[in-house]
DNA sequence: AATCTTAATTTTGAATTCAAAATTATGTCA
DNA sequence: TGACATAATTTTGAATTCAAAATTAAGATT
């Protein structure tokens, strides 16, 4: 294990500092799925105690971001076929809300926010920038989901989106795929441009079918045998 | 060798047996919506140290049902229109995924344990008892979800419903609107016995819709200046 | 008496402490 | 050596402690 240098925090509450830092090092891969999370490293890392560390743990528990075993501490959870099988047509029904609603509510400016990253993720596209592409991929739906003027949905959203992105090769895709998914994000813009809402519906829903298809491809591809976390 | 088989019931830990008593508290209405959260009478009459109880705190904030002020201590929630305006909506997709899941997946069984409740929710209307009708009724709506075999999509619904449920008065009805969700869950039963998951969701999601606008004309008539939390 | 200061008290946030459980290390014996 | 038992160490869960912030009480001034 490493020692990182400590570098102190200060914000409101230590608590939800921490929620959020340690969301961060679970998306990036730093605190690996399936191992069992350093609690002393992390609090000498961030330079807490443990009290406000285990508090931080709790909630990320209650996310299902990790797994607390009785006596045995904190796990980070790991993505399996099973719960992407779960999480995307739940995903898919609340993007697809958030498509209907946002084309209710959304403002001409924020449409041409949407163009405008949809437009540069085209350019990541031309030039394959995997890394950007995602970027912005997730700045559009993001952007859709606040046009929709719902904070429990996009929590809600959100809290899954966090779920899914622990498989760091959740954006990898093929190159059929990654073709597929680009001319599903012209529909959107198109629909979203049009403000019709039931049809944005429609193709954000498939559109999340066909992403939870490729993560589920993508996974047995990697690990033919996957099993509960 | 082979290893005892796993015990599937395991003493709970404190904070999660609290957060399971503290949600209880608060959908009873033992803790009044908006009133400060009396940490230290919560402490003594559990017999627990703070320490416990403040993680059971921190993941009910994270749940929404309780509001964390930073140096002032745990607000209970209070349910706003405008709260109910964003839930009932996310809350209708998912139970409309529901009811298109549950028609996949559904045993003869469970749909004739959902009629025997549906007949025994049917007596409690005829004899006006609000209280058993409301129970069966949320036993229904929960046999459903069990049926989508969806955890997520389970516990998700189960987050929002709680934060719905601290307005006790959220089952009360004016008699015409009970007559109507009546013939809702008519058809309700009638969609899922037959399997036909597309209108089983639309039905449900009216359903939602209807009880939205129930709820906030409620909240409206007893408290005509609604304000945020 | 009403308002403003300031001191006492309570409450909160977080570190520390401590017992119990789990893990690792050590020693024994076939 | 290898399986088992037992002791030492570490880790966990939760109570306690302590400083800082907030609240309440008391006193002073007009």
Request: hydrophobic share 40%; aromatic share 4%.
């Amino acid at each position: 294990m490493h020692t990182a240098p400590p570098q102190p925090i200060r914000r409101m509450s230590l608590h939800q500092e921490l929620v959020d830092r340690l969301q961060l090092l679970i998306i990036n891969g730093d605190l690996t799925p399936g191992a069992k999370v350093p609690e002393k490293d992390l609090c000498a890392r961030f330079d807490v105690s443990r009290t406000p560390m285990r508090e931080a743990l709790k909630v990320l528990a209650s996310d299902g971001l990790v797994r607390l075993e009785p006596n045995r501490g904190a796990w980070v959870t790991t993505v399996t076929v099973g719960e992407v099988d779960e999480v995307f047509p739940v995903l898919g029904a609340l993007e697809a809300l958030s498509g209907e609603l946002a084309c209710k509510s959304i403002t001409a400016d924020e449409i041409a926010t949407v163009r405008h990253l949809h437009e540069q993720m085209m350019v990541s596209y031309e030039t394959r920038n995997l890394d950007s592409y995602f970027t912005l991929n997730q700045q559009i739906h993001r952007a859709i989901l606040l046009a929709a003027r719902n904070d429990t949905l996009t929590t809600s959203c959100q809290a899954l989106s966090l779920r899914m992105q622990r498989a760091r090769y959740l954006a990898n895709m093929t190159e059929g795929r990654w073709a597929q998914a680009v001319q599903e994000h012209e529909d959107i813009l198109k629909y979203l441009s049009d403000r019709d809402g039931k049809n944005l519906a429609k193709t954000l829903l498939g559109h999340m079918e066909a992403k939870r298809a490729s993560v589920v491809h993508w996974l047995e591809t990697q690990n033919p045998l996957p099993d509960a976390s």
